[in-house]
């Protein structure tokens, strides 16, 4: 089956650095990244969509000055969280989506934890 | 634009017995309704999902889910609990085929031996 992964799995930071998550559809060409931003006990909230090539289109209230994403290729996609604060600290999850027939399936990566200090 | 509900945060059943994990969805057009799985710092694992067909749905796990146009919900069930089963589960939905999905808050699912 299709397979996302995301690198790192975890990661601590001080506050004011940046941090690159990497996103990385294995075994497939994904047309479309998403990325997920999931709080404590709370559901996952889409922050941006991406397609390869193209500048990303962000949610509203998600700044896309702070948190960059990049989709250089079909199966790979960064998401960098600059200036990372406290409140940064969260679950981060990426999606990577193929269309077939113009229905959208979406595969989903193992997450990648952030702690800011 | 769409939006799910899951109105418990929290499910208990004893192993052995039927579950059930609420979903209710509004959408514009035709749902497409999924449910995923998540377990401690994992990702999400794909269920199943409805389109279109039966309204009865079967997934992994041995999970199912009934689509109820007129009440607008997409419940999960299973017929017989496994402590294995205790996890946080996502309902969500999209109201085209090709915009990304929107997730409930998830429900809490403890199965107690």
């Known amino acids: 089956g299709a397979v996302v992964s995301q690198h790192p799995s975890w990661v601590i930071c001080k506050s004011g650095t940046s941090v690159k998550i990497e996103c990385r559809s294995l075994?497939?060409?994904?047309?479309?990244m998403f990325w997920y931003r999931q709080f404590p006990k709370q559901s996952l909230m889409l922050m941006a969509t991406s397609n390869e090539g193209s500048k990303a289109t962000y949610e509203q209230g998600v700044e896309k000055d702070k948190f960059l994403i990049n989709h250089a290729s079909l199966t790979l996609s960064t998401l960098t969280v600059t200036s990372a604060h406290p409140e940064d600290s969260s679950f981060y999850i990426c999606?990577?989506?193929?269309?077939?027939?113009?229905?959208?399936?979406?595969?989903f990566g193992p997450g990648t934890r952030l702690t800011v200090l | 634009a769409q939006s799910v509900a899951q109105p418990e945060d929290q499910v208990n059943v004893a192993e052995g017995n039927p579950l059930t994990v609420k979903c209710t969805y509004s959408v514009s057009g035709n749902p497409y309704l999924f449910w995923y799985v998540q377990y401690p710092n994992r990702g999400l694992q794909f269920l199943l999902k409805?389109?279109?067909?039966?309204?009865l749905v079967k997934g992994s796990y041995g999970f199912e889910a009934e689509f109820n146009k007129s009440q607008t919900s997409f419940h999960l069930k299973k017929p017989s609990a496994l402590v294995s089963d205790s996890a946080l589960y996502f309902c969500a939905v999209r109201d085209t085929g090709n915009t990304p999905l929107v997730f409930g808050k998830g429900t809490r699912l403890s199965v107690i031996a």
């Open positions: 075994d497939f060409q994904a047309t479309t």
């Open positions: 999606s990577a989506g193929t269309s077939t027939g113009g229905r959208l399936t979406q595969y």
């Open positions: 409805y389109i279109t067909g039966d309204n």
